[in-house]
């Protein structure tokens, strides 16, 4: 069976590129070998979609000092232990239970594609999207 190699279409007259089964213009058949019914046009089956949402635990989180409001980044290592600002050497406990401690973000690494993502608190249980590689996270406490 010879394929349509390209060319004008013979009931249009509109040039058509090669290996095309109908002209795009007026969808007359462009290979003489063809039939209408010797074309077969496959069952559309529907892809199963998969929930490939991930978890995501924070490594860190960042907070506001509470003695000069500087945004400081601390690993939750350090939770349950008293740090001191790089800013203004204030001391505190970090305690994320404590409402006074103003948590603005998490930090952790995409489960997808490993790159370190900031989250705000407020997506905190709710799927997300990576900005690197647009995989589907959720951030868990």
């Not at 004008?8 to 040039?15: F, I, N």
């Not at 800013?87 to 406990?93: E, N």
Request: aromatic content about 6%; some cysteine; charged content about 30%.
């Amino acid at each position: 069976m010879s394929e349509w190699l390209g060319g004008p279409c013979p009931a249009c007259g509109e040039d058509m590129p090669a290996r095309l089964v109908h002209c795009r213009s007026c969808r007359a058949l462009l290979n003489t070998d063809l039939e209408e019914d010797s074309i077969e046009i496959p069952i559309f089956v529907p892809m199963q979609e998969l929930d490939c949402k991930a978890e995501m635990t924070p490594r860190g989180v960042f907070l506001e000092c509470p003695h000069c409001k500087e945004e400081l980044r601390i690993n939750l290592k350090y939770a349950g232990e008293m740090v001191g600002c790089k800013h203004c050497d204030g001391r505190f406990l970090i305690d994320l239970t404590n409402p006074t401690l103003l948590v603005k973000a998490c930090y952790g690494d995409c489960p997808h594609c490993d790159k370190e993502l900031r989250i705000s608190k407020k997506y905190t249980g709710i799927e997300v999207a990576c900005k690197f590689c647009g995989g589907k996270l959720k951030m868990v406490t």
